[in-house]
Structures are given as structure tokens and as C-alpha cells.
């Protein structure tokens, strides 16, 4: 995106992830968030498809200049409450309105 001026605590954002099929009706996501890597299973209803992308939605919890704090609808093997902090940089070059 051009301008991440969008990008504010509360907003919803949506971010590209790879998907594999899950246990139990389940997706395993993946997103290579540079240099972190979150991965963990999420309901299939919740995540969006577009062709052969994928993506996972969340809330915006917090910005600091460094990192982004996000709250995602998935249970991550690094973060079981499904709350990811990315580099804020990473963020404003992979996340998008949701």
C-alpha cells in the first residue's frame, strides 16, 4: 500500500497467509511475518479465499513506531490468545483494510 495512514488501533486488517488442510475442519495458517513466523490452526469459515490467495483478518490492538500488535481469530503455536506483534515496517507493507 502506498500510505498506512489506514493503519490505527481498532481497525481491522487483513494480511496474505498460506493455508494447509487442519485436524478436526481446522486450516493451518501460516504467515511469514519477517523475521517471525506465526503458525496455528483456525476455523476454515475464517479464513478468506480469493482464487489461490488466502487471507486472515484481525484487530489492530496497538502501534508503537517498532511493532504492530494484532489480535487474530486463530490459536498461534507462539501466541495461543491468537495476539501476534509484527514489525511495524513488516505491517505496513503486508497489511491491508480489512
Same mark, same amino acid.
Given at each position: 500500500?502506498? *500510505?498506512?495512514?489506514? $493503519?490505527? &488501533? %481498532?481497525?481491522? =486488517?487483513?494480511?496474505?497467509? /498460506?493455508i494447509q488442510? %487442519?485436524?478436526?475442519g481446522?486450516?493451518l =495458517?501460516?504467515i511469514?511475518?519477517e523475521?517471525t513466523? @506465526?503458525? +496455528?490452526f483456525i476455523?476454515?469459515? $475464517? =479464513?478468506?479465499?480469493?482464487?489461490?490467495a488466502?487471507?486472515?483478518?484481525?484487530?489492530v @490492538? *496497538? @502501534?508503537?513506531?517498532?511493532a504492530? &500488535?494484532?489480535?487474530?481469530?486463530? *490459536?498461534?503455536?507462539?501466541?495461543? &490468545? %491468537?495476539?501476534? &506483534? =509484527?514489525?511495524r /515496517?513488516w505491517?505496513?507493507r503486508n497489511?491491508?483494510? +480489512?
Open positions: 500500500m502506498a *500510505s498506512s495512514a489506514w $493503519l490505527k &488501533s %481498532g481497525k481491522i =486488517v487483513r494480511v496474505r497467509c /498460506d488442510p %487442519g485436524p478436526l481446522e486450516e =495458517v501460516t511469514n511475518a523475521p513466523v @506465526l503458525s +496455528g476455523k476454515k469459515n $475464517l =479464513v478468506e479465499k480469493q482464487g489461490p488466502a487471507y486472515l483478518h484481525g484487530k @490492538l *496497538s @502501534l508503537t513506531p517498532k504492530v &500488535s494484532v489480535r487474530f481469530p486463530a *490459536s498461534f503455536f507462539t501466541a495461543a &490468545s %491468537g495476539i501476534a &506483534s =509484527v514489525a /515496517d505491517a505496513e497489511m491491508e483494510p +480489512g
